[in-house]
Nanobody, 128 residues
């Protein structure tokens, strides 16, 4: 059974930090890129970042560049999203997703349709 378990969300003040984790199981981790998306109330889900360990690639949306860092621990089948300098506009439910590495590129990583598996989401709330 494929599982993506996102965790690490919470309430933090503006300027603070959180680290999200995405623990994967049930598929060959090395064959997949892991992406992070977020969805704020009343808004569409948007791509935040993605890592493809097999390709040695990371991608970031412009609105998180320089503040968020994605990393992967392949031994633990876990991807992390370190979020620093958080802003109130970062408030959203954050989801991790797995897509085949060969399909995930800088021009596609932010499309939800590229991903095969999704986690349940973790809520991040940034207070001003």
């Amino acid at each position: 059974e494929v599982q993506l378990q996102a965790s690490g969300g919470g309430l933090v003040q503006a300027g603070g930090s959180l680290r999200l984790s995405c623990a994967a199981s049930g598929f060959t981790f090395d064959d997949y890129a892991i992406g992070w998306f977020r969805q704020a109330p009343g808004k569409e889900r948007e791509g935040v970042s993605c890592i493809s360990s097999s390709e040695g690639s990371t991608y970031y949306a412009d609105f998180v560049k320089g503040r968020f860092t994605i990393s992967s621990d392949n031994a633990k089948n876990t991807v992390y999203l370190q979020m620093n300098s958080l802003k109130p506009e970062d408030t959203a439910v954050y989801y991790c997703a797995a897509g085949q590495s060969g399909l995930v590129r800088v021009t596609t990583y932010y499309y939800t349709s590229v991903y095969d598996y999704w986690g349940q989401g973790t809520l991040v709330t940034v207070s001003s």
